[in-house]
């Protein structure tokens, strides 16, 4: 009997060990698959299990003295994971707690993998819109450079073929030039303002930088006027090379612009090509028969040109700043700038008509003869066939010339824009040699042409060998009237 009582204990108690085990392992998986969100919730399978776990260790107890102490072990090993109730609410489990500080730190890690992405993703884009944007903006300062070339070789052409009905008033095109633009201008300007595309914060911009534009731009007026008065034809477009020279060194000075290496070489040969291309056609000694003092005054002239695109410069900053980041509109400053011009014109207009051997009181006439002839009227009209269809092209084409200079100036960078007007003087030199109506005889071709164009398009390819590595801020363009 003994042996038999001994073997149904031992079969009972291995029977309520597997049924334990097989309870915990039920509510072990249940806990895992199907967590409570709220942490004060207790699972219903706990509380079973609590309860068989205190059945079996009745029973265990009972039938088997000697257990009660391991019973009771067991018991406070394995309560920490089952509800104790409370006063107010029973805890939760530790097991649960785990799980739930187990999937939270898994969902903070694939939270941060996530946003991680997302900013990798938003770099790859940001760049992608950033080398489209260049791209654009390299074609858009293509096209812009080829308009500004080409509306430069009309300009240049067009002077020549205005000046064939008014060869005897060119001081009354140059003050057409210079007056009549004031209103064109103006006009423009208006409309623009009522359109919305001009401000009245753009408009309340500070006048005295303007005033100064106006002023230089005068003074160097009158020293090319001065100067082109005596000096040769060839030896205009040579010295106007000074002008690429005297605005690297005012931005470098002035601006703190640094320019690299290639830019400087590139610079240089493009002034080298223009001087090879142009100075082949003329004499040795062409600048040197004028007089050394007339030659530096057109150099002069330059300065004064150079120095009329670093105040606007200034000018285009400071609005930046007054306008949140926003830009002036580009007829505000030539509105205002030609009018200044004009003005101080009107002040020099005794000393620029003795430059043109006009005297001063005879100037009313001369001008209303230059009208007559303008518009191809009156007793003075013989002479003046080609007028006023030739001068209004010229007009009409250096307007777009000076717009076109620009916006060229405001989507790159002055030197940019100087280059591009540079390439023209040999391109007109060739279309000089085409017979054109009114001017007669086509000219020849300079023995030097090839050899100074081959260092004109070197020089640009070496100046866009490496881009910039910032955008310099829009630089207007130089005075129309002394330029031509």
């Not at 090319?224 to 030896?235: D, E, F, Y």
């Not at 002479?383 to 000076?402: D, H, I, K, R, S």
């Amino acid at each position: 009997m003994v042996g038999r009582k001994d073997k149904s204990c031992i079969w009972n108690k291995q029977k309520i060990t597997i049924q334990k085990r097989q309870m915990f392992m039920f509510i072990f998986i249940c806990t895992i698959f199907f967590p409570c969100s709220d942490p004060s919730f207790s699972f219903p399978f706990h509380s079973m299990a609590a309860s068989t776990h205190r059945i079996f260790s009745s029973s265990s107890s009972s039938n088997f003295p000697r257990q009660s102490i391991r019973n009771r072990r067991l018991l406070s090993s394995r309560s920490q994971f089952l509800p104790y109730p409370t006063a107010n609410q029973p805890k939760p489990i530790l097991l649960r707690q785990w799980t739930l500080q187990r999937k939270l730190s898994s969902s903070i890690c694939w939270y941060a993998l996530h946003d991680k992405k997302e900013e990798e993703d938003e770099e790859q884009v940001a760049e992608i819109v950033n080398n489209d944007c260049q791209r654009r903006r390299r074609a858009e300062v293509a096209v812009a450079a080829v308009a500004t070339m080409v509306l430069g070789v009309g300009n240049r052409v067009l002077y020549k073929l205005a000046l064939v009905p008014l060869k005897q008033y060119p001081f009354f095109l140059a003050q057409l030039a210079t007056f009549g633009y004031v209103v064109v201008y103006f006009c423009i300007l208006h409309f623009r303002h009522r359109a919305g595309i001009v401000t009245d914060e753009m408009l309340s911009i500070p006048k005295a930088p303007l005033l100064a534009v106006g002023l230089v731009e005068a003074l160097s007026a009158a020293c090319g006027m001065a100067a082109g008065a005596v000096l040769s034809g060839a030896a205009i477009p040579i010295l106007s090379q000074s002008f690429l020279v005297w605005q690297i060194i005012l931005s470098y000075l002035f601006l703190g612009r640094r320019y690299k290496f290639n830019q400087l070489l590139g610079c240089f040969l493009v002034a080298v090509g223009v001087v090879v291309t142009v100075a082949s056609g003329s004499s040795a000694g062409s600048l040197m028969e004028a007089g050394l003092f007339w030659s530096l005054l057109m150099i002069v002239s330059f300065l004064f040109q150079a120095a009329d695109t670093i105040l606007k410069e200034v000018i285009f900053l400071d609005a930046a700043k007054k306008l949140k980041g926003g830009s002036v509109d580009l007829f505000v400053i030539n509105s205002y700038g030609s009018a200044f011009q004009a003005i101080f014109i009107c002040l020099l207009l005794p000393f620029l008509s003795r430059l043109w051997g006009i005297p001063f009181h005879q100037l009313p006439n001369y001008l209303s003869d230059g009208a007559a002839c303008f518009l191809n009227m009156g007793s003075i009209s013989s002479g003046c066939e080609g007028a006023p269809l030739l001068p209004v092209l010229f007009c009409m084409v250096n307007m777009g010339y000076n717009i076109s200079l620009l916006h060229l100036i405001k989507i790159s960078s002055g030197v940019v824009s100087s280059l591009a007007s540079t390439v023209s003087v040999p391109i007109s030199v060739f279309v000089f040699t085409l017979p054109l109506p009114y001017l007669g005889v086509a000219s020849s071709l300079p023995s030097g042409f090839i050899a100074g164009a081959v260092v004109l398009v070197m020089g640009m390819l070496i100046y866009a060998w490496t881009p910039s590595t910032s955008t310099p801020p829009p630089i207007p363009s130089p005075v129309t009237t002394s330029s031509l």
